[in-house]
């Protein structure tokens, strides 16, 4: 302890008989301790029951008493004992300042019964004020010690809690069939197991992007849960009361790294792998460079086509077939003018303006797509397999 070396051999021996005495008075100091603990805050209360704090309190004002006067080589056993209640008070969830609090508290029981020891005997007065700033010193140690012992297991506890959390949602993401999940879920991660969700799937392929996506992601009406996976990350979205899939969609929209896939709205924590599944396949609808929040009831025709890769597969080629023996630049015009037709729902005129071309340009490239696929545009059923094959030949794998 600090300061030892500056008190004389007589004042070792007079704080020494100071500290006996004192141990004599030991229950009488813990009652009157615990007395003061519990008029601060009756949380002391609710964390341990009283004869278990009591027997922790005794054993560290004990030990705390026999170091003062300890030989100045011996070992901090305070420090130790210090250590070991922090840990303890972190596990119990007594909060941190209440621990630095009882030290302090029991620090000043121990100064004042020192001093009242002493009587009006000058000696040990003076022995005792000597002594004054290494019984504070010894005072602030302990608490010190006991407070980083506190924030460490506090850390490590959080730590093993999110791994635990993290769990339980990937195992509700996963869908893995488990008695008591939902509701084990639900307990631990603060979310309602039954009520409306949603699920997010986006493709992010920077962790910046992640989290600036988070900082502007803030409506009262609903909860996010996020996870991080390798290849992206998964939203749980709790949708409050009176908020629809809608509203979702518009919070989302501009706010993403993207692109992702948004699923349809599930009826609970139980059903949030069926959700996930449909998020994936929400997003497996989006071209490599498209950007923003995909719904999975918007992009249906596309989503049967990729969730069929062989029948994709068989249908780009029964319906372009002779088209994909044209030269890689021919075929691109020839399909990009599809793409911008149909964007722009069967008006020449405006496609012509995004390809930066005459519109007989586009009516003279649609012409001949029908002719190399042998189907008609103007036919509802042609059409609809010229614009999923579409689809099919662009999402497919390379």
């Known amino acids: 302890m600090g300061g030892r070396g500056q008190r004389t051999e007589r004042d070792w021996q007079l704080l020494e008989e100071a500290c006996t005495a004192l141990l004599e008075r030991l229950p009488e100091l813990v009652d009157e301790h615990l007395r003061r603990l519990v008029a601060h805050s009756d949380v002391y209360a609710r964390v341990l029951p009283y004869d278990v704090q009591w027997r922790e309190a005794e054993e560290a004002m004990r030990i705390g008493i026999e170091t003062i006067s300890a030989p100045r080589d011996s070992p901090r056993r305070d420090l130790a004992y210090a250590e070991e209640a922090g840990r303890r008070r972190a596990g119990q969830g007594l909060p941190l300042d209440l621990l630095v609090h009882a030290y ?3 620090g000043y029981l121990v100064w004042d019964a020192l001093m009242e020891s002493a009587g009006r005997e000058p000696d040990r007065l003076s022995a005792l004020m000597r002594s004054a700033t290494m019984v504070w010193a010894a005072v602030d140690a302990q608490a010190g010690a006991a407070s980083e012992a506190y924030r460490t297991t506090e850390l490590e506890l959080r730590r093993r809690t999110d791994e635990q959390m993290q769990a339980l949602l ?13 509701a084990r879920a639900a307990a631990g991660l603060d979310l309602p197991e039954h009520g409306p969700y949603a699920v997010i799937v986006l493709r992010v392929e920077r962790r910046d992007g992640r989290e600036a996506f988070h900082r502007r992601i803030q409506d009262p009406g609903f909860r996010f849960v996020w996870r991080m996976r390798a290849d992206g ?20 929209d501009g706010r993403c790294p993207g692109p992702g896939g948004l699923s349809p709205v599930v009826t609970g924590l139980a059903e949030l792998g069926r959700a996930r599944r449909l998020a994936e396949l929400a997003l497996r609808t989006c071209a490599p460079d498209a950007t923003g929040v995909v719904r999975l009831d918007r992009r249906m025709p596309t989503a049967l086509v990729v969730s069929q890769p062989d029948l994709a597969q068989r249908l780009v080629a ?3 077939g002779e088209l994909l023996a044209l030269e890689p630049a021919d075929r691109a015009v020839l399909l990009e003018t599809l793409e911008a037709w149909l964007a722009c729902e069967g008006s020449a005129g405006r496609a012509a303006g995004r390809l930066y071309c005459h519109r007989n340009t586009v009516f003279n490239r649609l012409r001949r797509l029908e002719h190399l696929t042998d189907r008609s545009l103007s036919r509802p059923r042609d059409l609809m397999e010229m614009t999923l094959a579409l689809d099919a030949y662009r999402l497919a794998p390379g």
């Open 233 to 252: 990350e998964v939203g749980v979205a709790a949708l409050g009361a009176g908020r629809s899939l809608d509203e979702l969609a518009a919070l989302l």
């Open 104 to 106: 302090r508290n029991a």
């Open 318 to 320: 029964g319906v372009f």
């Open 170 to 182: 990937d195992a509700l993401l996963e869908g893995r069939p488990a008695p008591g999940l939902a």
